[in-house]
Every structure is written in C-alpha cells, then in structure tokens.
C-alpha cells in the first residue's frame, strides 16, 4: 500500500464505519486496538470509456464481491455524468484514493479478459503517436455490441418470432416492450425494469437473437446467386456414358452444341455459368431446358464468380509455384530470420498473392494466426473467393459491412486462434491469440489512411508497430512502393524483394501516350477522345473483348457557368462548385451531401446560356453508348454502386463479360484481375500531376501503373493509352518507360531538397470554426504558440483548397519536423496541452481542433 490509501474500518462492537488514510495506520493498529476493529483495504478501477475526452480513463470504486476476480481488460458497466451508463475497459486496478468521490462499478459484463495487455499497450500507442484519446481509439476498435451507452437504439429481431416464454422475467418485459414499439432506448430499458444495472440483460438478449441495435440495420452484404451448369449423375463420375449421347444428340444441333460447350469450358474452369454456356454455344435457354429434361445437365444456384462465398477445396486449383515466386519466398524468409519487415515490390501481375497464400499456409502449418489487411474490402472479392479456395473455412472476413454481431462472433474468434483474416484497417484491433505474420496489400494506397473521426490511424504503420509488439513477421506488398517504404527499404530498416517479371512471363502491356494539342491540331478529337483511342476500342469489341476506361472524377460535369455574368453553381454549405449528375438531373455537393435541381435559366442575370464545363465518369459513360451504341457500357464509381450488392453485381457482369466496357474513377485500380481486357483508357491525367500537393506525382505514377495493370492479364499483351496535354511530363514519360528507379530518383531529391516525407514527420493542424474570423484568430493564436518552441518548423496558418466543408471554416498548420522520436514525443504532448487550453477558452466551446500525425 502507497501514501493515500484508503481504509474502511468496520469497529467490531458498533455498525458504524470510519474512513481513514494510510497516515493513521499505525495508530489504528496499535496492540491496544487490534481487538476492536478490522481493516478492509478500498480498491479502485481505472476504466476506458468510449468518449473523446481528454482524460485516458476515469476512476470508479470496485464493489467487495469484484475485487477478487476483476481483471484488466474486463468489460464494465458505470454511469458517467448525471445519468449515462456505458460499457467500459478496466485499464488498471489499484488501491490509490482519488480527490474526488468515486462512483461504484455498477455490474461486470465480461467474466473474463476482453482484451490483452498487448492490446490494451496497443491502444495506448495508437492514442500517444496520433494525438487522439484512449476513447476515440476504444470507439474504432470495439464492435458496436461492446460499447454499449445509454444513446444505444434496440430494435427486435423479426426473425427471432414472439414467442419469449424462454426468456427470463427481465428479458421478457424488454422483448414485449419492443413488440409494441419499434424501437427502445437504452434508457427506456431501465425504466421498463425499474433498474440502472441494464447492459447485462441486453447482451443477453442481442447473444439470443431478440434485439440487435439500430446502427446496426445497415445493407448487408448478401452474395448475388448466378445459375450454373454441371453435368447430371452418373455422367458426372462417369464421363465415358457421354459417348452414345453426343452420337444421339447429333439430330438436335444445339443441344450437340451446348453439351460440348460445357465439356470445353469445364476443362478451362472450375464451374460453368449458364450465361457463358449460352453464349459459347451461340443457344437459347430452350435448348439447354431440354438437355435439363433429358437428365444429361443440371442447373444449380452457387455465389457469382467475386462474391466472395466460401469454397470447397476440391474447387482449389492447384497452382505450380514459378522461380521468381520461389525465390521471392526463400529471399523472404532470409529477412524474417533478420527480424526485419519485407517490402515485396512486384509488378502487377507477377503473383505476389501466390506468394502470401505460401506463407499463409506455413503459418496455419505452425498454428499461428495471419492478418491480411487490404485498402477496400469492397473491391477484394476476387481475393476473398482465391483464398477460400485454398483455406476454406479458415478464412474469416472482417469489415464494416458485416453486421454487429457477426462482428462480435469474428473478435471472440480471433480471441479463440482462428487463422486468417482478411480485414480493412479496423482489423488492426482484433483480438489475436497468437499473431505470427501481417500482409499488408497494397501498401501504398491511400485508403489507409483514417481520416475521419479520430483516430487518424496509418494502418499500414500501424501494422508495422503490431507486428513488432506481438512478434510477428510483416510484409507490405505493391506494384508502386510508397515513397516511405521504399526509403526504408534503401536505408535497411525493411527488406526488399523484387519480383520484376509477370507471372508466366507475359509481357507487360504497351503503353502509348496521346498528345491531346496534337489530336486538336490535326481536328482528330472527338468529343471527349483521341481518335486513336476510339479505333483502338472499336478493334478491341470486334475481337470480343473488354474495355476499362479510367477518369478519376465521377459525375456528368463538375462544374455549371453562366456564359453571360460568370456565375457558377455552388454548394450553399461549402467552398465548392456543384457537380451536375444527369442520372438524376440535380446538382450536388461531394463533400456534405446538398443538392438542388438543375436550373433552366441562371440564378443570377435569368439568361439561359448556362453550360457545363468538364468532364466526368457519367459524361464519358453517356458518349460511349452513342459512338458504340451494340457495346454493352457500364460505370463503376461511387454513384453508381452505392451499395455493396450493387457491386458485385457489376463486377460479376464484368468478368462474366455481360459488360464491353467499364468506365470507371480509382475504383477499378484496387487489385481486379480481369482475363479478357485488352485495353485501357485514360482520359483526362492531366488534372492528376496538376493538383497542388506535395504528393501529386508519385500518387499520379500509382494510380497510372496501378491502372495500366489491369491490361492484359491472362493471353495476350495489353494495350494502355493515355491522353494527355502535356505528355512529356516527367510522370507521364515515367508510366511510358515503366521506369520506377527513375521516377522514385527524382520525387526523392525533391523530397530531400523541401524537406518532406520520407525525410521529415508531419503534422498537420486543423482550426474549424462556424465563424471564419475566430478560426483565423485562434489558427493564429496557436501558431504563434508554436512557433515560440518549434520556430521555423511552424508553416501558416493557411486555408486549405476548400476553405470550409458542412460550414465549418478550415484553418490549417503545418509541422515539418526532424525524424527524432524524443522530440515528435515532446511536441505531440505539447500540442494536447496546448488544445486543450484554447478550446477551454471563453466564447471557443465550437471551435473543433485536433491533429493529423503523418498525413497522406
């Protein structure tokens, strides 16, 4: 026991009860007093809750029944406030008396450890390098079913039925009360039980399948089914029966037809849709029904080909591992033994994946548990369904799409040493049992990044510094190394391997540069296109292949001006112009939602020369059904898969070549492996070396090379055409050449000369205020505190491009500082200081400040 300690002291003779400090304990055991009382030490429980505050953890009382078991990392009920009860983390437990009266834990919902110390340690890293609280941190990591609060919305589960005669008396009053109305609150749950202890009788109830919670009622996903074609028994199993058929079926010239089109595609693939037998036979479903009929075909539903459904391993193909890949593996394992993280840089299509599921497999051999961490798990389906024709059920997917509780089923399977998880960035948190190696794919990608709300994570960085923490092995898998990575990979902190070759030496795909100013000089434009770009699709669909075309700005046009005053459509809410969507004939803001109806006429001088300037993925979309109107055109951007259904649906189209051609913004670039394209497009890459970032040219080179490899994938050479104003640009001549030594050469001694990334760590700080003049005054402010410790690494404040978003006025600062941890540890805790007096400060309460550590 330390100075403070509290003791309660029962007298033996009375039931009376004193308080006393440590600083009494010798008089209270004095020989002539040790027969008239007994001590009771007080513990106490530091406990996690899932608010943005800036204290780590509050302290509660820990009633006598808890203080034998309770444990670090158990789940607690406690009321916070006046009358707000939450589900908290136990962080620590001790005997130090706080100097404010303490409230009691109110009841234990966990009987065991629902995190680790590692995990809890890992939190606290999380909320230290990024600048955010314990909380915001306990919000993103926890599924929603664990951090429960007194604003949690119930509603009941129509599936479960009403017939509650299994419940117990509490759970039956909460199940009724929810029959009669659609929706409870949390509150309103201890009304209906006349109780503030209520969190253990709800996760009864969500275990149980009564109720779920009302965040919880988003789109699920659900696998779209196709119809597939197999051969019926015993011609199945016995392929030799097939002989007499096809003699027979030499009158029907169709059904001849479509039956040895199955037998050709079957030997190419491990199921055979309807739709692809149809049209390999050039047949009509009436013909096929009648093979169905004769007992030679059946049909059968199964999940469409990127859905993402789980496989049986006799659909595993067995692939045959090339030098290259096995090189990479030994070379690989050479720097695991160095303890060090691997950067794989292959080029796309070189079979990096291949070499992930090697890896996968000698850690499920060794009983350990593997972390694939994936930018969009959305667009990963293709993977999703790779890996499971290898592992099966080994497989779990983890991510914002699936619903609450089965979340909660995958964080208990973590806990309990399921093997493989393929997750977004939230899959960081997740309670593994014994991590042996994190994948992290993609590793360049942006998506990475949180943004918003806090905490503004690097997944990527951050599964770098788990790695570490639980021992494991890590590899950052891309085609276009982050500048970071690969600076860390020249310097020796990560390993490199290179894998410079696709995979069965297929050539990379031909790139050929546009010159827009040419094309218009020889009046070759049309519309939206270089005329070469037209012909090549045109030769391309005569061919039976497929088309992307890529344009990374989705709408019709982004812009609606006024020909006569100069008046531009713009968001009422934000610095921004409205982007016009025809689909739905409204012009809408990107960044808070606002929309309004096209206008007839302009708003300002009533004339009706309005135009629309600019292009987008809609417009583009629009102009290829009119020069191709027999080609099946789709679009794949935001608006146009706003669920996740509506996703695999048009991906499944895609690879099932019901689409010609997909148009589409960076969407497309994010690891889809398509068979039968043959040509991309780019259409307007000049707007991406343009924008006014620091970043621009190498996420230019990505999403260029990241794009150009969907080209040509499986039989022959692809073809990439760019159009572009201005093609001798360094990047544009970078893609051209396929010269990443160069163009990493160049944005480094860029880097180095201005002092950015990767040799400097930046912060970036953001002011927002409802009142553009107090966020000026307290961005200056700030600054001018910085700058009295950190001088000449303080730059601003400045208003960003879009200097307010949903009416909040934006007021940025940036940090360049040194790449020495004692001092980013020393500002970090000064600028949490320093938030926390000017939001303290009269007449600032909506002045919303925080900090962006390393942003992207």
């Known amino acids: 026991m330390g100075k403070g300690t509290t003791l309660i002291v029962y007298p033996l003779s009375s039931d009376k009860i004193f308080t006393l400090s440590f600083t009494n304990l010798p008089l209270l055991l004095a020989p002539k007093r040790e027969a008239k009382y007994r001590v009771v030490v007080s513990y106490f429980a530091d406990v996690i809750l899932p608010l943005a505050l800036p204290k780590p953890f509050f302290t509660y009382a820990v009633p006598d029944e808890w203080t034998e078991v309770l444990r670090p990392g158990w789940q607690v009920e406690v009321s916070f406030g006046k009358n707000k009860h939450y589900a908290g983390i136990v962080r620590r437990i001790h005997q130090e008396t706080p100097s404010y009266a303490t409230k009691p834990i109110l009841s234990v919902l966990s009987k065991e450890a629902l995190l680790s110390e590692q ?15 314990l909380g915001e941190v306990m919000q993103a990591a926890l599924p929603a079913q664990l951090k429960l609060s007194s604003e949690t919305r119930l509603v009941r589960c129509l599936d479960y039925g009403e017939d509650f005669s299994v419940l117990d008396a509490e759970e039956q009053l909460v199940a009724e009360a929810l029959r009669l109305r659609e929706e409870i609150a949390l509150a309103d749950v201890q009304k209906i039980l006349q109780k503030k202890t209520t969190l253990p009788v709800i996760q009864r109830l969500i275990s149980k399948g009564v109720l779920t919670l009302h965040e919880q009622l988003r789109e699920r996903y659900r696998p779209k089914k196709v119809y597939a074609v197999r051969l019926a028994e ?8 097939l002989a007499p058929v096809l003699d027979e079926l030499l009158r029907y010239e169709r059904q001849h037809e479509i039956l040895l089109a199955y037998l050709h595609l079957s030997r190419q693939r491990p199921w055979v849709s309807r739709q692809e037998l149809l049209a390999k036979a050039n047949a009509s479903e009436a013909s096929l029904k009648a093979l169905v009929k004769k007992g030679l075909l059946e049909l059968y539903e199964r999940p469409a080909a990127g859905a993402g459904a789980e496989y049986s391993q006799e659909e595993a193909v067995s692939a045959t591992l090339s030098e290259a890949q096995r090189r990479a593996i030994q070379e690989i394992a050479a720097f695991f033994n160095q303890q060090k993280p691997v950067l794989l840089y292959g080029v796309t299509g070189s079979g990096k994946t291949q070499v992930y599921i090697e890896w996968i497999r000698q850690i499920i051999r060794s009983g350990g548990q593997v972390l694939y961490l994936l930018p969009e798990i959305a667009l990963t389906a293709q993977l999703i369904e790779r890996l499971r024709s290898v592992f099966g059920a080994d497989v779990s997917v983890y991510h914002s799409r699936v619903s609450d509780r089965e979340r909660v089923e995958l964080w208990r399977a973590a806990a309990a040493g399921k093997p493989v998880f393929l997750t977004a960035r939230s899959g960081l948190f997740l309670p593994f049992k014994n991590l042996q190696l994190v994948i992290v794919d993609e590793e360049h990608d942006p998506s990475f990044k949180q943004q918003d709300p806090a905490p503004r994570y690097h997944a990527r960085d951050a599964a770098i510094y788990l790695a570490r923490q639980c021992g494991a092995n890590a590899i950052l898998g891309t085609a276009t190394p982050s500048l970071e990575s690969w600076h860390n990979a020249l310097t020796g902190k990560y390993g490199l391997v290179h894998m410079p070759e696709r995979f069965g030496e297929l050539p990379l795909p031909e790139i050929r540069l546009l010159d827009l100013r040419e094309q218009h000089r020889k009046r070759q434009m049309q519309n939206l296109f270089a005329q070469p770009l037209l012909e090549a699709i045109q030769q391309a669909l005569d061919r039976g292949e497929q088309v992307i075309l890529f344009q990374n700005r989705r709408g019709y046009a982004p812009i609606l001006e006024c020909q006569v005053c100069g008046w531009t459509a713009e968001c009422r809410h934000c610095d921004v112009s409205l982007t016009y969507h025809k689909q739905q004939h409204t012009l809408r803001c990107h960044y808070c939602g606002y929309a309004v109806p096209m206008p007839a006429t302009c708003p300002a001088c009533h004339s009706g020369k309005i135009a629309l300037l600019g292009s987008g993925t809609e417009k583009i979309e629009d102009e290829l059904k009119i020069f191709f109107p027999k080609a099946r055109v789709a679009r794949l951007d935001l608006d146009a898969v706003s669920s996740k259904n509506r996703l695999n649906e048009l ?6 070549r019901r689409i010609d051609i997909l148009v589409g913004t960076q969407m497309i670039t994010k690891g889809l492996d398509f068979d039968n394209v043959a040509l991309v497009g780019v259409v307007g890459a000049d707007q991406m070396v343009r924008f006014p970032d620091f970043r621009a040219g190498e996420r230019a080179f990505q999403l260029l090379t990241q794009v150009a490899g969907r080209a040509g994938r499986k039989h022959r050479r692809g073809l990439v055409m760019i159009q572009a104003w201005n093609p001798m640009h360094p990047i544009f ?39 553009e ?9 700030f600054a001018a505190i910085l700058r009295q410790r950190l001088a000449h690494r303080v730059l601003g404040p400045t208003s960003p491009l879009i200097g307010r978003i949903r009416n909040q006025y934006i007021q940025e600062i940036l940090l360049k500082l040194e790449k020495n941890a004692a001092l980013l540890e020393d500002v970090k805790h000064f600028i949490r200081n320093t938030i926390e007096q000017l939001t303290a400060q009269p007449g600032r309460s909506r002045a919303r400040i925080y900090a962006d550590v390393d942003p992207v």
Do not use: G, M, N
Not at 737 to 760: C, G, I, N, T, W
Not at 773 to 781: K, P, S
């Open 234 to 241: 015993p011609y199945r199993t016995h392929l030799e029966l």
């Open 651 to 656: 991906l499944s189209d895609f690879e099932e």
């Open 119 to 133: 995990q809890l340690s890992f939190w606290e890293w999380i909320a230290r390098y990024y600048c955010c609280s």
């Open 773 to 781: 003049q107090i966020a000026i005054e307290i961005a200056q402010e």
């Open 733 to 771: 001549q970078e893609v051209l050449k396929d010269d990443f030594q160069a163009h990493v050469r160049r944005e480094l001694e860029e880097r180095q000369r201005f002092f950015y990334p990767p040799f400097s760590r930046l912060i970036r700080l953001h002011v927002r205020h409802p009142k």
